[in-house]
């Protein structure tokens, strides 16, 4: 698992990335739960795991405090079902319970051999996603669809970096587990690798993660080189070691892109000339009023009023995004995303005081591991005080030689699991990478380390926080294996609901926007697509019909053809689950509006009045509600009151002016100069309007002027086509 699902993609967009990976890490959780448990089927004396002694019975279950984390939190979810979001909910509670698992499961398997082999498959994984992610960068490999570049099999540039800079603690503490120098230089190579695929994300939480991690594992391998594997190392080696990484570092750093799409955002940059200049970008000050900064720190102050809205249950789990538009500014009628980019706000305004529970036990947690462990940076391997006799002589002389042979012993294992959840939660400041399938499984595979670490060294940490034995008999396999039997089947019902679901939703929207690209949308030879898209849109919606993301793409590109009755019919269904979208209701209401039904727009209109009586879409859309109803008076005197006043829509600019032109040039003069200042691409139109405005009001001077702008800005291509819209009298003289 842990190689296989950063490494796997979809070389198609009918199934979004993620989602393959969440099958791959539930299917090897469950798969793994489901083997630990068969090993119990005939009661303990039959078994067999790594910290088991030398007698024939299995040691007990061990259960640690640290697994009641998660649990606690999918406890809440089920909970939270009954009163908040049942679907969403739903959800919370099973990537909680996989979470708790891998933690649970972990604990009972993790020895100094089982930790190295994780390592492995968790360096493998990051070096072949960041393969794909070379290619795309170097080449502009286009084999798994993406969105910003370069994303691996991540579909977000992101969402790679965050998981690269998780795993890269595993892959230093592989160049201390491995025997043979060669072996090692090779390691090193292949981390460097990784390392310039996470420069070429340029996502800047991550980079300065990884600035971090660059002072912290040399530290750790230096201040614990006794724990290091591979012996008879000189200064010669350590300086050609730290030269191999610099050099691949600086030579494939150095390999300028031949991505078109990222040619176009930042011309032909390298990663290291691109992470460098990410970087530097926090110390602009308009990152802060104009970046993507400034627009996540909208999104954390809105989780902020939240929070202080809700808090001591939280709006529920999973629930954030269903209300987090009652708590955007004024100005926005659509929600900025669909998660917090801060886990920690994140999970504090769904969860209240559970969520603060659990933060404030982590980093607890975490201190006291940190604390412990450079308290103990000196110190021989320690022998349980509770060892069988039988086994001290065997500890004895492993101490003796300075190997570290359990989790206990090995602090360099426990060093790189801190420092890997250390760099997840810093990332989780800006992101959401719990909620990633992969990068969510390496949090719960580092506090599984950690864990079983805390489990081999039961005699040097608080009595409350050990790990508590319980033998599993035959019946108690027998019904946990029941259970997971069910788990099993359940999550291959799920996944194969959710490849359905996102083929038939994915396809739909694609054909729809294909179709509304086109100029001829109108044309009969489209029919059988356009059926085609209500029909998958009906079958994806009858499997999930909470799909916020997906289904609203396929709905607002057939409202661009006309077809208001079957757009509408799908906005309604996400507004069953996402009441306070005002940008849907303000859809819904204009669909209504397209059948006549008055009474239905406004019950839209009153319900998102409530939410946030200034958006400027809201505001737009009780002028067109005036004029439908006759209202011509007010609605002129409410549209220009909101142009002047500074309220932009495109529906208020098409409708001011649709009612200027027919009742007030001043009015629709004002909203084309309103129209022209919002959007310049537009403005030749605009400037083509103004012309034929001034030319009604008998003004030739401003007229011809406004004739001359658009002229100017037309393409010299297409000049000719414009002119044919100008009267001959004020076209130029040839």
Known sequence: MAALAPAVGVPYEELLQDTLKSIVVAAGTLAACGGFL?????????????????????????????????FGLMAYALGSMAWSHTYLAGVEAVRWFLFGSIVLLGTQLFSVRHVTLLAWGVHLGAVVASLWASWQFWFGWSFFPQGPNPAST??????????????????????????????????????AWVVVALLMTGTRSALTALAGLA???????????????????????????????????????????????????????????????????????????EGSISIRSRMWMATL??????????????????HVPRYQDDDLSTELDYYAHHEPLQLVAEYGLVGWGFLVLLLAYLARTAFQIWRERNAGVAIPADTPAEMHATMHDATQAELPTTMQADALIRTCA??????????????????????????????????????????????????????????????MLCAMAVCIGMAIAISTQAVRC?????????????????????????????????????????????????SVIAADAMARWGDWAHATWVWESVLASRPYVVSLRVNAARGHLAAGDIPGAYRHYALALHVNPHSPALQALHVTLLHREGQIGPAMRRARALLVSGVIDQ??????????????????????????????QRAMDGWLRLGHLYLAKHDPDRARKAFATALALSPPMTRWLLQEHIPKAYRPVE
């Open 418 to 479: 801190l420092a890997s959840v250390a760099a997840l939660l810093w990332v989780s400041q800006g992101g959401f990478p719990w909620r990633m399938a992969a990068t969510g499984a390496l949090f719960a595979l580092g506090l599984a380390v950690l864990s079983a670490a805390d489990r081999a060294s039961n005699a040097v940490i608080p009595p409350w926080f050990r790990p508590r034995p319980w033998t599993i008999q035959r019946h108690h396999a027998v019904a």
């Open 215 to 289: 002072v912290v594992l040399p530290t750790a391998l230096w201040m614990l080189r006794r724990e290091v594997v591979s012996q008879g190392w000189s200064r010669g080696h350590v300086v050609a070691l730290v030269a191999t990484l610099g050099l691949v570092i600086a030579g494939l750093g150095s390999i300028p892109t031949n991505n078109t799409t990222l040619i176009q955002e930042y011309g032909r940059i390298d990663a290291l000339h691109r992470s460098t200049q990410r970087v530097a970008s926090l110390t602009q000050p308009q990152e802060y009023t």
């Open 38 to 70: 068969w090993a119990y089927r005939n009661g303990p004396q039959d078994a067999w795991l790594p910290h088991a002694l030398p007698h024939d019975a299995l040691p007990p279950l061990a259960l640690p405090p640290l697994a009641v984390l998660p």
């Open 651 to 680: 529906n208020l600019v098409q409708e001011a002016y649709v009612l200027g032109r027919s009742h007030d040039l001043d009015l629709a003069i004002l909203a084309m100069h309103a129209g022209i200042r919002a959007w310049p």
């Open 305 to 322: 009023r939240m929070i202080a809205d809700h808090p001591l249950a939280g709006v529920g789990a999973g629930a954030w995004e269903v």
């Open 502 to 550: 996102e083929w038939w939703l994915v396809r739909a929207g694609k054909t729809a926007l294909g179709i509304a690209a086109t100029r001829t949308a109108q044309d009969p030879r489209w029919d059988a697509e356009k059926q085609a898209v209500v029909g998958w849109l009906r079958e994806g919606i009858a499997i999930h019909p909470h799909y916020r993301k997906l």
């Open 154 to 191: 991540f579909i977000n540039r992101n969402f790679l970096a965050e998981y690269l800079v998780c795993a890269l603690p595993y892959s230093v503490l592989l160049l201390a587990r491995v025997r043979d120098k060669s072996t090692v230089f090779v390691l090193s190579a292949s981390l």
